[in-house]
Nanobody, 124 residues
Framework: VNLVESGGGSVQSGGSLRLSCVVSGYTYSRYCMGWFRQAPGKEREGDAVIDSDGSTNYADSVKGRVTISQDNVKNMLYLQMNNLNSEDTAMYYC???????????????????WGQGTQVTVSA
């Protein structure tokens, strides 16, 4: 399984970014995909997850500003982030994992495959 993120960069507060993740080698018919972030000195935390049926779940901190989506034909995962602020500065990771019971849990313990990350820096 290989996950490769891209799309990070530097942006001013209030700006937008779209992160992308190419997924290869993950062939489960039912799955969870997610975006997580890790800021300096902080633990990694989840922003959003999407399952193989397209159902999504978001952290309260990003609801309304972030949209997770996927293109199953292109094997791509996306994270559209709007109205960014300095607290969004972090390394962002895409991840692949298992469905628990019948939905995706926004918890890194349920994701076994990770990309190398893409840095997002938001300046005032």
């Amino acid at each position: 399984v290989n996950l490769v993120e891209s799309g990070g960069g530097s942006v001013q507060s209030g700006g937008s970014l779209r992160l992308s993740c190419v997924v290869s080698g993950y062939t489960y018919s039912r799955y969870c995909m997610g975006w997580f972030r890790q800021a300096p000195g902080k633990e990694r935390e989840g922003d959003a997850v999407i399952d193989s049926d397209g159902s999504t779940n978001y952290a309260d901190s990003v609801k309304g500003r972030v949209t997770i989506s996927q293109d199953n034909v292109k094997n791509m995962l996306y994270l559209q982030m709007n109205n960014l602020n300095s607290e969004d500065t972090a390394m962002y990771y895409c991840a692949a994992g298992s469905i628990v019971r019948s939905y995706c849990i926004l918890d890194q313990r349920y994701f076994g495959y990770w990309g190398q990350g893409t840095q997002v820096t938001v300046s005032a």
